[in-house]
């Protein structure tokens, strides 16, 4: 009978005997008989302890609680032969497409993970290997809570995978959750689950994602947006490892790590009474800061060229090249959309390319004004230093990035230029004359 049964199910039949083989199966399909010694069978599992496979148990004695006992002990199933041998050859048979999912899952996770090496975090500059450094330092502590600080678009998401897939949770899930576009009355079941009728639409109970990301890394994005109402409830899980679902009256353990990131000052809003201190505290336990490409201008053209590379390739066209004005105006450009806005301008660049070469032209795209200055345009009401900054970056764009020529179109010395421009439009001393 097994042979046959092996056969028609698609598996390679191997006889046993040891149960310390069993214990250490993966990717395999496991069998127990009770060989008329069903009574045995509970006690035989507790001691297989199956982890990596689906091990069914099978006898001759139709019995719900002998079943009961088993499946507790840890079995798949329990099969009362012959009565069952059609649900038996079917679960068998089954095994298959459950263990081709397995292994999916498996090359999925492998994929995830060469994705997030650290080297897939690019630039040289010394603010961004202070904060990799920083994180390859933490990495091996499964329970440290981290919270990245960064602008739109520095890529807080991008390092939070970084940090899991190279950690010791990296087999776990990497559940991620944006804070800000759940609205408040979903996002408390969202984070912490449901039971059946704890509201009208809860016709059935539904884990919460600290359940989903069990073992691995729950990943909360714009963490400031989180409701005060839920403050209090996010800081008690994270205290005592527990959640309590919605309508429930149970607590549930979970074991994360937490990873937090927001784009604005949570220091900030603690003052103005916007966020909880107690839960700041406990989510700041490893800060981190993401710097903007405007702090990191050596990283800008390595990354376009990267960007470059990788739609060209996407989308089956001729790699460009970037012509000198080009790689000037990409460099001297304040990017407030940080690595997102520089990626996609590079993506439309190539996509509505017309040759060989990629101008500067190529790039010149509008921004949204925010009270600081976009290129080649001084934003208006607006703070002096915003006037002043976009005036000087307009100038030296249109002297070709000739920092002395445009100093002598301003009327001021290239070191005052130089002052000017390393300040931003939100810092700098504009009210000093020229040495």
Not at 65 to 76: Q, T
Not at 254 to 273: E, F, M, Q, Y
Not at 393 to 421: C, F, H, M, W, Y
């Amino acid at each position: 009978m097994w042979p046959d049964l092996a056969t028609e199910c698609g598996f390679t039949l191997t006889t046993v005997t040891e149960s310390s083989v069993l214990s250490r199966l993966t990717d395999s399909v496991g069998v127990v008989s009770g060989a008329g010694v069903e009574d045995q069978l509970a006690a035989a599992f507790r001691q297989i302890a199956p982890t990596g496979a689906d091990v069914a148990a099978v006898g001759s004695v139709p019995e719900h609680r002998l079943a009961v006992a088993v499946v507790r002990a840890g079995a798949s199933e329990y099969f009362a032969l012959p009565s069952d041998m059609e649900l038996f050859r079917s679960w068998l048979c089954d095994g298959a497409a459950r263990l081709k999912n397995r292994v999916s899952r498996t090359e999925f996770a492998k994929r995830e993970e060469a994705k997030y090496r650290f080297e897939e975090i690019l630039g040289g500059s010394s603010a961004l290997r202070s904060t990799l450094e920083q994180a390859s330092r933490i990495i091996p502590h499964a329970n440290v809570t981290v919270l990245i600080a960064g602008e739109t678009g520095t890529g807080k998401e991008l390092l939070a995978r970084a940090i899991h897939y190279n950690g010791p949770r990296r087999d776990a899930p990497f559940v991620d959750v944006n804070c800000a576009a759940i609205p408040e009355q979903l996002l408390e079941s969202e984070l912490f689950g449901h039971e059946k009728g704890a509201f009208t639409d809860a016709t059935s109970a539904k884990p919460g994602l600290f359940e989903v990301a069990n073992g691995g890394t729950l990943f909360l994005d714009e963490i400031g947006q989180l409701p005060l109402s839920l403050q209090g409830k996010l800081l008690r899980a994270l205290e005592e490892r527990v959640v309590r679902r919605v309508g429930g009256t149970r607590n549930t353990a979970v074991d994360v790590r937490l990873i937090s990131a927001s784009h604005v000052d949570l220091a900030g809003a603690v003052r103005r009474k916007e966020f909880r201190e107690d839960l700041y505290y406990r989510l700041n336990v490893v800060p981190m800061h993401l710097p903007p490409l405007r702090e990191r201008r050596e990283d800008i053209l390595p990354l376009a060229w990267h960007f470059l590379t990788r739609f060209a390739k996407e989308y089956k066209a001729p790699e460009p090249r970037l012509t000198p004005a080009a790689e000037r105006a990409i460099t001297m450009r304040s990017w407030p959309g940080n690595i997102r806005e520089l990626r996609n301008a590079v993506e439309r660049a190539i996509l509505l390319a017309n040759g060989s070469e990629l101008d500067a032209g190529d790039f010149a795209i509008g921004h949204l004004q925010t009270g600081a200055a976009s290129e080649g345009t001084i934003p208006f009401p607006a703070t002096l230093g915003a006037m002043v900054h976009a005036a000087a970056t307009a100038t030296l764009e249109l002297s070709d990035g000739n920092k002395s020529e445009a100093a002598r179109r301003l009327g001021i010395s290239r070191a005052r230029l130089q002052r000017v421009l390393d300040g931003g439009p939100e810092g700098g001393d504009y009210s000093r004359g020229d040495e």
